[in-house]
T-cell receptor, first 113, second 117 residues
Framework: KNQVEQSPQSLIILEGKNCTLQ??????????LRWYKQDTGRGPVSLTI?????NTKSNGRYTATLDADTKQSSLHITASQLSDSASYIC????????????FGAGTRLAVHP | DTEVTQTPKHLVMGMTNKKSLKCEQH?????MYWYKQKAKKPPELMFV???????INESVPSRFSPECPNSSLLNLHLHALQPEDSALYLC????????????????FGQGTRLTVV
């Protein structure tokens, strides 16, 4: 069964601190892995997308890693800001004719001043 | 333009009403999607349109009726909904994927917050 599991479920950090979110997946056949940021009541916004041959990808203060052998990914947020408070969703795409997305449950991040 | 535009942003409707959600994109994407998202849950796929034809229906009740009038527009017609259908409805679009296009991006709209009373 295709599954994406994220940890932790929720996280509270102080402004300016770094944090790392984890994602484990069992999806086949694998196409790519994405990290999305979703503010409450809004649509997800893409942060990074990686295929199996990519180990790391950065987008500003966000850096994602992918280990295709262990089927693990992480999202590292550097120098957190209050605006980083959101849900971060790991999504794995099944290789098919359309974007068949398998969503993780998300990590709810709260950045406090 | 990398936007997927959804209207309305908010909708309150009675159980006997008929309403429609609209989604528009101008990125030349030929795959468009409807998702339903309940609070604190990940989005659930409802429908997929590929080249304006319905290709995936995830056993969605017939009170939800999708329509793709052209390659830029996607509608979701609502009729006789139940209170449990209250949710955030997300539209997304992408190029069709395949082995030669493994990293194609999926863009989401901002969603329509639907409340059924």
């Amino acid at each position: 069964k295709n599954q994406v599991e994220q940890s932790p479920q929720s996280l509270i950090i102080l402004e300016g601190k770094n944090c790392t979110l984890q994602c484990n997946y069992t999806v086949s056949p694998f196409s790519n892995l994405r990290w999305y940021k979703q503010d409450t009541g809004r649509g997800p916004v893409s942060l990074t997308i990686m295929t199996f041959s990519e180990n790391t990808k950065s987008n500003g203060r966000y850096t994602a890693t992918l280990d295709a052998d262990t089927k693990q990914s992480s999202l590292h947020i550097t120098a957190s800001q209050l605006s980083d408070s959101a849900s971060y969703i790991c999504v794995v795409t099944v290789l098919s004719g359309y974007n068949k997305l398998i969503f993780g449950a998300g990590t709810r991040l709260a950045v406090h001043p | 333009d990398t936007e997927v535009t959804q209207t309305p942003k908010h909708l309150v409707m009675g159980m006997t009403n008929k309403k429609s959600l609209k989604c528009e994109q101008h990125m030349g994407h030929r795959a468009m999607y409807w998702y339903k998202q309940k609070a604190k849950k990940p989005p659930e796929l409802m429908f997929v349109y590929s080249y304006e034809k319905l290709s995936i229906n995830e056993s969605v009740p017939s009170r939800f009726s999708p329509e793709c009038p052209n390659s830029s527009l996607l509608n979701l017609h609502l009729h006789a909904l139940q209170p449990e259908d209250s949710a955030l409805y997300l539209c997304a679009s992408s190029h069709r994927t395949g082995k030669k296009r493994a990293n194609t991006e999926a863009f989401f709209g901002q969603g329509t917050r639907l409340t059924v009373v």
